[in-house]
Structure formats: C-alpha cells, structure tokens
C-alpha cells in the first residue's frame, strides 16, 4: 500500500528575552513563534528495478543544486537506520520550501503575476551562499522535516500533534533530532518554539540525550524510543513549557524585525559568555539574576497590556522602561564578557528606531550580535510605513573603524504566531513538487 503524502510546517522564532540566560536551568526564556515557516513535504515515488537499498530523494528547489539522494537500510543488533548518501531514483521524494523572510536574499517568483508560488521565493544561489536572517530556520526545518516524515511512515494520528501527547512525543523527537544535526546539546528553546509556538521555555537537563550515541550504535533505536516516550526514569524530561501564562503581543502592538544582512557566528559567541561566567563566577550570578528579574517584567507588563479591559487608555511606559533596562544589562554583559551582544552600531540602529512615533522598543533578540533586531511597535498602518521608510534610508557606520559596519537595512514581513508545526494542504506548493 503506498503511503500517504504529506506536509507540515514549523514556525521560526525570536527569543525576546532570556538569550544565553535560556542556556541554564535556574532561569528562562521569552520565547515568540512567527509567521515565517519551514515547509516539508514527503510523497512516495516507485522504486527503480535491481536496488537493493531503499532511497530518499530531499530537495530544496529554491536553491541551486541543492538535491541529496540517499539509501536507508535497518542496521544489527538495533541499532536503528543508517542512512547512506548515493545516487539514483528512490521511493520517496522529500521537498523544503522557506518562506522568504529567512534569507536576506530578495529573488524572485518567476512569475509577472501574482500566484501562490509568490509566496516561496526562487533565490537563484546555492544553500551556501545564502544569508540567513536569524530567525530560528534550523530549528524550524528539523521539526517540520522530523513531523513530516513520521506522519509519512506512520499513523497520520502520531504525527499530527491534536493531542498533548503525541505533541510532546515530537518534541522530544525533534529536540534529539536537532541536536544531533548540530553535534552539540543545546538550550533547545527554538525546537520548543516550533514545535508550541509562543512560551516562557525553561531548558531540559543536557543529562536527557547525553549518551545516546550513534544511529547503528547497539542498542540506539531502545535508547531513542525510551527518550521520545520519556520511559526512562533516570532521564525525565524536565523542561518547562509554559504556553498558559506566555506573555503574548498585545493586539495594539505589533512584534517585527528588521534585518541587516550580516549575521553572527553564534556558537563562538556561546562558549566565550560561558567562560566569562565560569571565570567570574559571582559577577555573573548578579547580572543574571537581576537580567532574570527584568524579563519576568517584560513579560508581566506584555501580559498587562494584553489583558487589559478595552476601556482603559493604551500606556506603553511600562513596557518601554522594561525593554531599556533588559538592554542596559546587555550592554554590561556585553562590556564584562567582551562579546558584543549589543554591538554599538545595532544600538545606534535601535535608538534611531526608537526615535519614530510609534515605535516602543526594540532588542538585539537571542545571543545578540550583528543578526536581525526586534522592535515592538504599534500595529498601525503610519507607523509601519514611517519605520519602512526610515530603512530605506539607514546605513550604520561603526565608530573610528572599530567594529561592524551595517549595510542595507530592510524590514521582514514576519510578525508573532502562537501556532507551532501544523499540517498543509499540498496544493499551496503548487509549481514546486517535481
């Protein structure tokens, strides 16, 4: 019986508040979905006469070249399946479409009209020489890639995540899953934001997927299943995902980005914070605790605002004094450290924006540096046409040569989404399945 196709996306994110903080149990992270989407679609395709392996074809067609086959087949001693890359035709045809906002490549739709392919974009580069816009696309990809292939070799009911359940079963497979792929165990907040959507995240012990160990490794299939069902009583999931009490966007407000098509390595940025905190230990605790203390105020004053009765007149000062205060503790981890998390020409940049009526606040979100910033601004048409055109015209100089210097500034098209990975009707890839 031939399996079904499928489709699922997972959102991208912005961790408001929290960056590097997310990084240690004692405290948390705010964590908002957006609109932008990863996109994974699987069918199943005939297998080509005398193979004796099994073939998966991925694709992201956006790109140039950007096609991978590989063979599966299910090692000894369970160890689960061990893929290998190869050439030829195979069973089942994987294709990833990006919404555009997650490269700072403008492209194009091939098409003069407007049409549905509009909405993903032909970049005309290879993967490698795009720039990504910061916005969580590994994450993303891996939760929509790992959603969607379960849900093609499995009942549709596991994969689909109606129930408390199976979604936390994905999230504990995609948060295994994404570790592997980037060798390293991780906060794991951006797994949980595509998997959820908008929450307060608190991280999951690392002592959860240490020991794992390979795929054809003995035994890794009972390790894997033991850790996506949480059986194992000396490795619970311990994580906090708080959706009840996320603080969400005020309706009169409106969260976007604005990107600056430079980016940061953010891996090298991680272990420098951390050999700062280990070095000055006492010096950190203070600055993280107090830095703690000001995203739960964030969050309450986001909360306030959002429920706040209709009668009552709109007051952002809270909000604002909040915001001021999370960056001003940034920039002192950022003198302490010696990393720039708050670069000054992304401060420069923020202030400026700031500056325009109708613009609340704004953070260099996550771990910082020279990726896309956040602003919280009100959702009125004047504001987000005054702010387009003020990025029309920005450039940011670094000072006496010291630093990055930003280019073309541009705003994204993404805004807050609560919904995490979710099901697609195929037909909105239209033009793409090939």
Known sequence: MERP???FSAPGKVLLAGGYLVLDRDHTGLVFGLDARIHVHVQTLQTSPGLTLSEIIVKSPQFRDAEWRYGYRETEENGGIEVTQLKGIGPASITILADTDYYSHSGSSGNDTPSTLDRFLDFNIPLHHAHKTGLGSSAALVTAFTTAVVAHYAPLEVADGSSTREKWRLHNLAQAAHCAAQGKIGSGFDVAAAVYGSCIYKRFSPLILEGLGDVGSKGFCTR?????????PLKKWDTIIDKKFAATVPKSLRLVMCDVDCGSETIGMVKS???????KPEESVILWETLQKGNEDLAFQLHSLATKPAWQTENYEGLRTAILTI????REMSTKSGVPIEPEVQTKLIDACCRLPGVVGGVVPGAGGYDAVALLVEDKSIVIDGLHQFLEDCRVDADQGHGESIGKVRLLGVKQEDRGVKTEDSTMYHGWLR
Not at 327 to 330: E, G, M, V
């Open 5 to 7: 196709s499928v489709a």
């Open 224 to 232: 894997l299943k033991s850790i996506v069902e949480d059986t194992d």
């Open 273 to 279: 914070v951390l050999s700062w905190r280990k070095n």
């Open 327 to 330: 960056r001003s503790l940034i």
